[in-house]
């Protein structure tokens, strides 16, 4: 049972325009999010995150929008880069500190 | 400053056999965590640990054993190994900070790809 969803496996994006990468998750307790970069044979390397008491949170060019009523968050990253290109994945905190991983969405910047 | 490190980067196992993973983490991290990637999924909690001596089982502890002696080794042990296990294994750590510097975020070793036959 996947409590966290990525729904679009993959998305292209010209350089220089806005990515915007979804997530949805089921569980209603999840109380922090956060996104993780991954490239090919390396482990994930954190991006940005969230607490459920916000609705916004940004760094530099990523920005992390919280939809609690939705369940759904979203990354944005502008403008978008060719060095962006790698599979994001979205995680969600739970009880006993937990933490549950999307499969992914394998982002590629085209220059 | 190495982060996370896991050894091996590669093993081939044959059924029935056994192995330890093997993660390190230099960072004085209390928080240490076993995941598995399976293709085309996301990353599936194992086992966790809050600190030296006390483990508790994720979502997919079954064929896993773990234990925390010291605060810097987190090994994961697979027993009678399937081809169910077969699979990428990331080890990571975090120090999780409250109040204004609320933070969660988990810091990675680069995974051990398993294969068993």
């Known amino acids: 049972d996947q409590q966290v969803k990525q729904n679009s496996p993959s998305l292209s994006v010209q350089e220089g325009r806005i990515s915007i990468l979804n997530c949805d998750y089921t569980?209603?307790?999840?109380?922090?999010f956060l996104w993780y970069k991954k490239y090919p044979a390396e482990g994930p390397t954190f991006l940005i995150s969230i607490s459920s008491i916000k609705d916004k949170n940004e760094d530099g060019r990523f920005t992390v929008f919280l939809n609690k009523s939705a369940k759904h968050l979203s990354l944005h990253i502008v403008p978008s880069q060719p060095g962006d290109s790698a599979v994001y994945f979205c995680a969600a905190r739970g009880t006993g500190n937990q933490f549950y991983f999307g499969t992914g969405t394998s982002l590629t910047v085209i220059p | 400053n190495a982060g996370v490190t896991q050894t091996p980067k590669f093993r081939i196992l044959k059924i029935g056999q056994s192995m330890t993973l093997q993660c390190t983490q230099d960072?004085?991290?209390?928080?240490m965590y076993w995941y598995r990637q399976d293709p085309g999924m996301g990353l599936k909690l194992i086992y966790y640990s809050v600190g030296a001596g006390i483990t508790d089982k994720g979502e997919v502890p079954n064929g896993y054993n773990v234990s925390r002696s010291t605060t810097e080794d987190f090994p994961l042990r697979l027993e009678l190994a399937a081809p169910s296990q077969t699979s990428v294994y990331f080890c990571?750590?975090?120090?999780?900070?409250?109040?204004?510097?609320?933070?969660?975020?988990?810091?990675f070793g680069p995974g051990t790809r398993l294969t068993v036959t």
């Open positions: 569980n209603s307790m999840f109380d922090y």
């Open positions: 960072m004085n991290h209390n928080y």
């Open positions: 990571a750590s975090s120090y999780p900070t409250s109040g204004r510097t609320l933070s969660y975020e988990q810091y």
